[in-house]
């Protein structure tokens, strides 16, 4: 019985911490690119100077986006299904938008990489939707019923 739980937890805590190492990750690239930007705005007025003109709205969301998902998963650090779900819910979008915008077929090697991004971006929200289940259940006992809280 105590075996069986103690595997179960330490099983969740790494799940947890290769989720939040993965997902600190993320967001440490994340906050490096919007400093970026924003520090260029700040000393020359524009953004990205490199930026190609007449750029459509539907063309800005997938950064966007993606920056909110990587803020999903630093605030996964302390609430895991709330960061997990925000997350989840705006890849979830994203990719959706993507799909509409930009298909996948269309010049194929090259409009793959948003889509590996976003798998690479999705999976520490995933993980720690399942550490976060985890934790809510109880260890099974040997004989594969449920612990009784008797």
């Known amino acids: 019985m105590k075996k069986n739980s103690d595997s179960h937890r330490r099983v969740t805590k790494r799940i947890r911490w290769i989720a939040r190492i993965w997902g600190a990750l993320i967001l440490a690239y994340a906050l490096a690119l919007f ?68 298909p996948i077929t269309r010049h194929f090697p090259r409009t793959a990489i948003p889509y590996l991004l976003m798998l690479a971006v999705v999976t520490p929200g995933i993980l720690f939707l399942v550490s976060w289940r985890r934790t809510r259940q109880s260890p099974i006992e040997e004989d594969g019923h449920p612990k009784d809280s008797k």
């Open 35 to 102: 400093i970026g930007y924003a520090g260029n705005w700040i000393s020359t007025g524009v953004a990205d100077p490199y930026a190609v003109e007449d750029v459509s709205p539907l063309e800005s969301l997938p950064p966007i986006g993606m920056f909110i998902s990587a803020l999903g998963l630093g605030i996964a650090w302390r609430w895991e299904r709330l960061g997990g779900l925000i997350d989840v819910v705006f890849q979830a979008a994203t990719f959706i938008l993507m799909l509409i915008t930009i």
